[in-house]
């Protein structure tokens, strides 16, 4: 039996699809930067544009510099959210759009590294992400450690290499920052950018069971 296909749209260097791909789907990836290590069928493109066609599901994680409380509001970013819900609704297949908490996502769940038990060197993963989506979907049960401490994997202190930075600021280092996300093929700052495969896994799943309903 062939995999349904899955298109996803501004894929980095593809942690939402190595967890779509352990789901049991074939997953093609889009994205307007090269991918040197991205791990399945890449397309160099404008996701905005890529055509829609031939794909039983679409995920889409536009750029979230709009909506993230780190990002500088001096800085002015591009809303891609809202045009790529649009076109996503207009296509009719089954959605996802991935997102940072702020994100103006309508109905969906918000996945946490404490659902899927992302625990490494005494620490746990704190990467609060929106996934609207255009089915059902269940969240698992949310449950913040206090034996351990929380670490997140962003900003400039993650990439400056720099251990005793990363400890002081409560982010992971590069080597247990990979742990936690279950990631090992990606360099800092794709990991920066990446979600857990354990995420999308989990919606995939659950997506399955809507395809073959």
Known sequence: MSRPRLLDLFCGA???????????????GV?????????????????MTYPLDGFDVIHASPPC???????????????LYK???????????PYVIENVIGAPYGHGVVLC???FGLEADGEW???HRNFETSFLIFQPQHHHRKDRRACTITGHCFLSKTKDCARHSRQSTF??????????????KELVQAIPPA??????????????D
């Open 113 to 115: 590294g404490t659902m």
């Open 14 to 28: 593809g942690g939402c699809s190595m967890g779509y791909h352990r789901a049991g789907f074939e997953v093609v």
């Open 31 to 47: 994205d307007i930067n090269p991918q040197p290590r991205y791990p399945f069928e890449f397309h160099q493109a404008d996701a």
């Open 83 to 93: 045009p790529t819900r649009d076109r996503l609704i207009a296509n009719g297949r």
């Open 175 to 188: 080597e247990t920052g990979k742990k936690l996300m279950g990631i090992d093929w990606m360099d800092r």
């Open 199 to 212: 995420y999308t896994e989990w919606i995939g799943k659950q997506l399955m069971e809507v395809l073959h």
């Open 65 to 79: 510099q709009c909506y993230s409380s780190i990002t500088p509001k001096k800085n002015s970013h591009p809303d």
């Open 125 to 127: 993963l704190r990467r």
